[in-house]
């Protein structure tokens, strides 16, 4: 075999070249390293070096070989005049060997110019006469350490010693191949880097996605920049709907964008915060979510992050657990209710008998019949809070007399018991009126102090506190700062709470008593959290527990009565239609009116009272204002009868009236077409003045045609 046929690769032409023209040689240069900006597949790189070298140096071949340092031993990276017999031949020489070998040892050129003489060849004789090669130059190809990862070698076919400018080549070439190298070793970190980063961002994306809670990012003023999946889901929305939206839009309890953008300035940075609100979906339906928010600053933007969670369950729970907690709770305060509604109404028989036998006297008869009403209104009381003991659901709020709701709820509690109680304001000004719903917060209230209770079995003091509060981070970190809160302390001189199990004491079925369901706390911290507020707690083993909420202030004044005993002239002809299935009931308040010098139509049910008002319609004799009971067993209540009458009468005056103070109908009865509420039981005077409020209302027919 000839030794040029065997290596020579037959698409490219042997030129002869003049060495000394070094101009070439740095064309060359600028040409390759010219490409290696422009080419990324580094191996034709190296391929294309190899093949100007041997444009070069005729009858010779070029080939580049890179050190595997975990078996010291080299390898052919590129050859592309070799064939593959000499290159599976070549693979695997030894770091000392021939004169790539000892170019990588000794990192330094290497010029053999005759392979069969040369001691540095003499273990490969065999390759060298196999291939006929006779001379071999071989330079390191260098790191950015300076340290030999491989070489660069020009092998001739004929004995030859290399001149200047062929060093110069040698030289050039492997420095160009190392240029090449290192850049394909720095791409392929960020190839690596690039590649982590978006198995990272895959992984990242799958944890969102698959995630059971609503994910979302947006902006300071709620435009939704990102949403997972499950938000895609749940909403109905498609993803690229989702971030055409903004934030307020899914949210009906949260306000326009200007409203959006205010609390999200009032997050402090970093910091978690859980909020209570209601999603919508696309088809309308609404569901309560518990929201996780944190803001942070990237880029100098403000960002978002909130995970909603469907508390649907949870809240089907909670209310199970509130059913359970009072059950609880009034089986504890039954024997005591029971005895002191039974003095009452003992009191209230004994005062209308006196009444009765001293009828010649009309000073004892008044007498006697004023106790009687003070005893009836206590009983009222009574009920009214075990009503409201029974309420659950989500907080109706509204500016409320928080002192007066936690002194008729400790005494509630206390009932039949020996327990002091001493109640202290610790402020100055006035207790500010809380935003709240009153009957949930007497439920907490009650709850803590029958906890207080049953922990001094042998009698005990239970301290109250209240005072305003301005929230500061000191005070508690998990309120908004500078938010006004009304601070409620209950401590008790019970037996306490072990350390061990004070964390867990807020947890739904956890007790320690041996009767207890585990309810009670969980429920109390279920309504101050749907509140917006806080509850803590710090106890000492053997010298009593001290609970403290923060409650929300309101900036409106908490609702005050006034009494008004008569009829005002400009509605004394008044006609007034009662609907209520108490006949007893129907027919004290139609008394209590004509006293007031109206005139009254009585109904039993919603139908009745529909009949009744349609006919007096088309009679001189309208009737002005309808008192409706708001549940009618077995029959049709004031909610559905006021629609009735408003398809026939859109500007009816509607006044509402139950014992179920707490429905959210009593509360806000202008969501239900009525002008006016009153609870049961009421006084003539209370009648009276809600009568009169709605009758001389000037802005009643306004508020009627809202309503059509």
């Not at 004789?125 to 006929?132: C, L, V």
């Amino acid at each position: 075999m000839t030794s040029l046929n065997r290596f020579s690769n037959p698409t490219i032409e042997k030129r002869q070249l003049d060495p000394v023209k070094l101009e070439k040689l740095i064309d060359l240069q600028s040409e390759i390293l010219g490409a290696t900006v422009t080419n990324t597949n580094y191996q034709d790189l190296l391929k294309q070096v190899c093949l100007f070298a041997e444009e070069l140096v005729p009858n010779a071949v070029a080939s580049i070989m890179l050190l595997d340092e975990h078996k010291n031993q080299m390898f052919v990276q590129t050859a592309p005049s070799v064939p593959e017999d000499a290159i599976n031949d070549l693979n695997g020489l030894s770091v000392g060997d021939g004169s790539c070998g000892n170019a990588v040892f000794h990192n330094d050129d290497m010029y053999v110019c005759n392979t069969l003489t040369d001691t540095r060849w003499e273990d490969l004789q065999d390759i060298a006469k196999k291939y006929q090669l006779h001379a071999c130059w071989s330079s390191p190809i260098r790191n950015s350490e300076n340290k030999a990862i491989g070489s660069f070698a020009i092998s001739s076919f004929a004995k030859r010693t290399p001149d200047n400018f062929q060093r110069r080549l040698l030289n050039s070439c492997a420095s160009i191949a190392g240029i090449i190298i290192q850049r394909e070793n720095t791409l392929n970190v960020q190839r690596a880097d690039h590649k982590i980063l978006m198995d990272s961002q895959y992984q990242y994306r799958c944890l969102v996605d698959n995630s059971a809670d609503e994910i979302y990012l947006h902006d300071d003023t709620g435009n939704i920049l990102d949403a997972n999946q499950m938000a895609c889901n749940r909403l109905g929305y498609t993803h690229d709907e989702l971030l055409s939206m903004n934030i307020s839009d899914i949210k009906t309890s949260t306000s326009k964008h200007a409203s959006v953008k205010t609390f999200a300035e009032s997050l402090k940075l970093d910091k978690t915060y859980t909020i209570y609100g209601t999603h919508q979906s696309k088809n309308g339906k609404k569901y309560p979510v518990e929201t996780r928010i944190r803001r942070y600053t990237t880029n100098d933007k403000t960002l978002i992050v909130a995970l909603a969670r469907d508390i649907t369950d949870r809240k089907k729970t909670e209310e199970e657990m509130a059913r359970a907690s009072k059950l609880e709770s009034v089986g504890l305060l039954a024997g005591g209710i029971a005895h002191d509604f039974n003095n009452m109404l003992g009191i209230i028989q004994g005062y209308i008998d006196l009444a009765s036998r001293s009828r010649h006297s009309p000073e004892k008869t008044e007498k006697h019949l004023a106790k009687a009403t003070r005893a009836a209104l206590q009983a009222a009381e009574l009920t009214q809070q075990l009503l409201t003991f029974a309420k659950g659901g989500d907080p109706i709020k509204q500016a409320a007399n928080i002192v007066e709701i936690i002194h008729q709820s400790t005494d509630f509690s206390l009932h039949g018991s020996n327990i002091k109680v001493n109640f202290s304001r610790l402020c100055t000004d006035d207790i500010w009126p809380a935003n709240i719903d009153s009957g949930q917060i007497s439920q907490v209230i009650q709850n803590l102090v029958i906890n207080a209770r049953q922990s001094m079995s042998e009698g005990g003091q239970l301290d109250i506190t209240y005072e305003n509060c301005v929230m500061t981070e000191a005070e508690n970190s998990e309120i908004t700062q500078h938010e006004k809160r009304i601070k409620i302390t209950i401590k008790d001189t019970g037996t306490g709470i072990p350390q061990n199990i004070i964390g867990s004491i807020f947890d739904p079925y956890f007790t320690t008593k041996q009767q207890g369901s585990g309810l009670g706390l969980a429920l109390c911290y279920s309504i101050i959290t749907k509140h917006n507020g806080a509850i803590t707690v710090d106890s000492t083993p053997g010298h009593g527990t001290c609970f403290t909420l923060y409650l929300p202030a309101s900036n409106e004044h908490a609702a005050t009565s006034s009494t008004v005993t008569s009829a005002n002239a400009n509605t004394t002809n008044a006609r007034i239609l009662i609907m209520d299935d108490d006949e007893m009931l129907r027919e004290v308040t139609e008394a209590m009116l004509q006293n007031l010098g109206y005139s009254v139509t009585l109904s039993a049910d919603g139908d009745s009272a529909f009949a009744q008002y349609q006919k007096a319609m088309n009679t001189k004799n309208p009737i002005d204002l309808v008192i409706m009971d708001l549940t009618i067993p077995n029959g049709i209540g004031g909610k559905e009868a006021i629609k009735l009458i408003q398809q026939i009468d859109p500007h009816v005056n509607g006044l509402v009236s139950s014992g179920y103070c707490n429905d959210p109908v009593m509360a806000n009865h202008n969501d239900y077409g009525f002008v006016g509420a009153i609870k049961k039981p009421y006084s003539q005077d209370e009648l009276g003045e809600a009568v009169n409020a709605i009758l001389n209302n000037p802005i009643k027919a306004d508020l009627g045609r809202a309503l059509e």
